[in-house]
């Protein structure tokens, strides 16, 4: 049953691809920028980024990413610390060795975690998740320690409701009473009028 619903009726389209591998590129590119970046903060420089566009109008927002940051992208592969940056100072910048060794890190770590997003994503609303299933959070909520103890008093009000002590009443037992002995009872499953009887005759025996 659980295959028949994992099953996807609808077939890979082109899109879904190309979409992965622009957002795999754009990261790798982020990466090199910013592997540059640590590179030149771990060297003193400070946190160093290329060039940005001026807005459009008076007042506007620059754009993060400008012509400089995409043209600068060889010399920064290069090694070459202040390529792209607004004012470029040999003084103080990383060499090559940190650069490529900033770049390697920074790739890694980001290639890992879009990796570890794009994995939790495809489980999480993929063709293959698990459909109608409830998710940990949800069965503790419903189902939880906390909420068997809320619920008691409704699950088993005569243990934990508020009457339980006052309405329990206690147990009297008598001598002649066989219900109430402990151990297997003989007339188990008779009719009332045989039990009477045999109670009738045990108490004449032990009155002899």
Do not use: C
């Amino acid at each position: 049953m659980q295959r028949e619903r994992r099953r996807d009726p609808y077939l890979w389209t082109w899109e879904i691809p190309v979409a992965v591998t622009l957002a795999a590129l754009f990261v790798i590119v982020i990466g090199i920028q910013v592997g540059r970046s640590v590179a030149n903060l771990l060297a003193g420089a400070g946190w160093t980024w290329p060039t940005t566009n001026a807005g459009a109008s008076a007042g506007a927002f620059p754009s993060p990413i400008g012509t400089a940051f995409w043209t600068s992208l060889p010399g920064v592969v290069g090694g070459h610390a202040d390529a792209g940056l607004p004012t470029p100072t040999a003084d103080g910048l990383a060499g090559r060795g940190l650069v490529w060794v900033s770049l390697a890190m920074t790739e890694v770590a980001l290639l890992t975690a879009t990796i570890w997003v794009g994995v939790w994503a495809y489980q999480r609303w993929g063709p293959g998740r698990m459909r109608g299933m409830a998710t940990a959070a949800e069965a503790e909520k419903i189902l939880g320690v906390t909420r068997l103890r809320k619920v008691a008093g409704i699950v088993r009000p005569d243990l934990y409701g508020k009457h339980a002590a006052a309405t329990a009443a206690p147990v009297q037992r008598t001598a002649g009473d066989l219900t109430e002995q402990p151990g297997p009872q003989l007339g188990h499953g008779l009719s009332p009028w045989l039990l009477n009887g045999r109670r009738t005759h045990g108490s004449v025996r032990e009155e002899r």
